[in-house]
């Protein structure tokens, strides 16, 4: 897998990708943030930080990426 943070592309497995969207997922959770943290897409997956004031707004972006192929890798807090 192609994992792209910050403009730089590595080569990394899947496994790899995975234990680091877990670390991601849970400081996310920690902060009580909604946030996209990772996007994926055809074996290329992108480490971003897009954060939301609500839940619809997050939602509605998720299906957004969702509709154009895209997985998106997200936390949603409850309020």
Do not use: P
């Not at 497995?13 to 995975?18: K, L, T």
């Not at 839940?55 to 998720?62: A, F, G, I, N, Y």
């Amino acid at each position: 897998m192609i994992l792209v943070v910050d403009g730089h592309s590595q080569l990394i497995s899947q496994n790899r990708f995975e234990e680091m969207l877990k670390a991601a997922k849970l400081k996310h959770e920690e902060n009580k943030k909604n946030v996209i943290y990772a996007v994926e897409k055809n074996g290329k997956a992108e480490i971003v930080r897009l954060e939301f004031v609500n839940r619809q707004s997050l939602l509605l972006q998720v299906q957004d990426l969702t509709s154009r192929g895209y997985s998106a890798h997200y936390t949603l807090i409850e309020n």
